[in-house]
């Protein structure tokens, strides 16, 4: 079992940068595809950003791709996103998420965070 504490949120202008961090506890951690969603007040959780277990291969979601690098850290437990460029649209609270099957499907992963608010204003 993996819990996951996500850090790192705030206010921030557009245009501007966030890291997000996501520690895990558990001695399994680096054996999980981790990932990074999104949910904004009356819309569906949407996917941000996922890395296979040894972070080898990452992939985005189109409206992040060039901006969010999500990246892992298995020796210290931790997950990243670092978000460039902010847009109002960025506006949500982030989840980290683990799972063993991954991908770009909530329903894929098995763990949850309890969410850290980003808020870009214009």
């Known amino acids: 079992q993996v819990q996951l504490v996500e850090s790192g949120g705030g206010l921030v202008q557009a245009g501007g940068s966030l890291r997000l961090s996501c520690a895990a506890s558990g001695r399994t951690f680096s054996s999980y595809t981790m990932g990074w969603f999104r949910q904004a007040p009356g819309k569906e959780r949407e996917f941000v950003a996922a890395?296979?277990?040894?972070?080898?291969?990452?992939y985005y979601a189109d409206s992040v791709k060039g901006r969010f690098t999500i990246s892992r850290d298995n020796a210290k437990n931790t997950l990243y996103l670092q978000m460039n460029s902010l847009k109002p649209e960025d506006t949500s609270v982030y989840y980290c998420a683990a799972g063993n099957l991954g991908g770009s499907s909530w329903v894929s992963y098995d763990y949850w965070g309890q969410g850290t608010q980003v808020t870009v204003s214009s």
């Open positions: 890395i296979s277990w040894r972070g080898g291969r990452a």
